[in-house]
């Protein structure tokens, strides 16, 4: 029998994804982190982009969008408290080339009153969504 870890993926709307894996994939802050069963206690920062869930006795791994929040990995547990989280299923490809698009706008516009940290937040989240939406169609 395959060891496996408990899985919790969360956002402020909804609970994502909760279930058993073998393995973990997410963007951490210092880099790509990979999560198996029994890995050393870690709280860390976690980037926007997505989250790979191998899931036991399932050809194709389980994707979710996070854009940004925090990781939580016990022995026998991963918690993704997500910013906000999508199902790869539900990814969006033209609203996220749109919100990329209007960010970009936002930046290059130097006369208007924003908030550039926040355009600047839009648009990575956005480019990662779309990085993600490339990767799971890579994997279809």
Same mark, same amino acid.
């Given at each position: 029998?395959?060891?496996?870890?408990?899985?919790?993926?969360?956002?402020?709307?909804?609970?994502?994804?909760?279930?058993?894996?073998?393995?973990?994939?997410?963007?951490?802050?210092?880099?790509?982190?990979?999560?198996?069963?029994?890995?050393?206690?870690?709280?860390?920062?976690?980037?926007?982009?997505?989250?790979?869930?191998?899931?036991?006795?399932?050809?194709?791994?389980?994707?979710?969008?996070?854009?940004?929040?925090?990781?939580?990995?016990?022995?026998?547990?991963?918690?993704?408290?997500?910013?906000? =989280?999508? *199902?790869?299923?539900?990814? !969006?490809? #033209?609203? $996220?080339?749109?919100?990329?698009?209007? +960010?970009?706008?936002? &930046? =290059?516009? *130097?006369?208007?009153?924003? !908030?550039? #940290?926040? $355009?600047?937040?839009?648009?990575?989240? +956005?480019?990662?969504? &779309? =990085?993600?939406?490339?990767?799971?169609?890579?994997?279809?």
């Amino acid at each position: 029998m395959a060891h496996t870890i408990q899985v919790d993926v969360v956002s402020a709307e909804e609970a994502i994804f909760s279930g058993e894996a073998e393995f973990v994939a997410l963007p951490g802050e210092a880099g790509e982190l990979g999560i198996y069963p029994r890995h050393t206690p870690l709280i860390t920062r976690i980037k926007p982009g997505a989250v790979r869930i191998k899931v036991p006795g399932q050809a194709t791994d389980e994707f979710v969008f996070v854009a940004g929040g925090l990781l939580e990995v016990q022995p026998d547990a991963v918690t993704v408290l997500a910013d906000t =989280a999508i *199902r790869g299923a539900d990814l !969006d490809e #033209a609203k $996220a080339a749109e919100a990329k698009k209007l +960010a970009e706008e936002a &930046l =290059a516009n *130097r006369d208007s009153k924003i !908030d550039y #940290a926040a $355009a600047q937040a839009e648009l990575a989240a +956005a480019v990662a969504q &779309l =990085a993600a939406i490339q990767k799971l169609r890579q994997k279809r």
